[in-house]
């Protein structure tokens, strides 16, 4: 197993354009996360999933924006619409709980640049 | 709701010297607090996790300490090398979320 794996690692688009990043989780892991990145700050947590529920999700999350894990392995993050604003990087995250203890690991990011 | 601060957001210290980064957190109901290492345009790697019946976790020159009562948790870095120049971010989990809560991270410059 080669960890957390991101899809493509750097995005450029234009304002207006639809996007989607894809990321693969370490296989035996139940839970999947997104976080958002900007400059400067932490990340912020946008959604998650225990194997195909989609459990939670931010507000930060608009209409414009939607997740998927349809088999309960991989997951998509759309972003439609595309707007300066959303230019981020976007990490992937995945986990297994066991024992109170939920550590996870994060893929190396999708960084999103909108032009 | 969680909040998560750490302070110093910038340091720079010469090559050796021991260090202590600090995270707080308002709401001390957590399962574990983690701590990562971010390089510039990259994703996170785990540096060390602290369960909440833990009160310190070390792995080689790094030793994290949690003091839940105050709502607090400290990174000491020993021997500091230019190699540890990174972006360094604290995280808690648990209480009403299943998330992790993060800091604004700490920017460490060492100088050769």
């Known amino acids: 197993d080669t960890g957390v794996s991101q899809d493509p690692r750097h995005k450029i688009t234009k304002r207006g354009q639809n996007v989607t990043f894809r990321c693969d989780p370490i296989?035996?892991?139940?839970?999947l996360y997104w976080y958002r990145q900007t400059l400067g700050q932490g990340p912020e947590f946008l959604t998650y999933f225990q194997n195909e529920a989609q459990l939670e999700k931010s507000r930060l999350l608009s209409d414009r924006f939607s997740a998927e894990r349809p088999k309960g392995s991989f997951s998509t993050l759309e972003i439609q619409r595309t707007e300066q604003g959303d230019s981020a990087m976007y990490l992937c995250a995945s986990s297994f709980r066991m024992a109170g203890a939920n550590v996870l690991t994060f893929g190396a990011g999708s960084r999103l640049t909108v032009l | 709701k969680q909040e998560v601060t750490q302070i110093p957001a910038a340091l720079s210290v010469p090559e050796g010297e021991n260090l202590v980064l600090n995270c707080s957190f308002t709401d001390s109901a957590i399962y574990n607090l983690q701590w990562f290492r971010q390089d510039p345009g990259k994703g996170l790697t785990s540096l060390l996790l602290i369960q909440s019946s833990q009160r310190e976790q070390t792995s080689g020159r790094l030793n994290a300490s949690l003091d839940k009562s105050s709502g607090r948790s400290t990174l000491y870095i020993a021997a500091s090398q230019p190699g540890d120049s990174a972006t360094y971010l604290c995280?808690?989990?648990?209480?009403?979320?299943?998330?992790?809560?993060f800091g604004t991270g700490t920017l460490l410059a060492v100088q050769p």
């Open positions: 995280a808690t989990y648990g209480g009403a979320t299943n998330k992790l809560i």
């Open positions: 296989s035996e892991h139940n839970r």
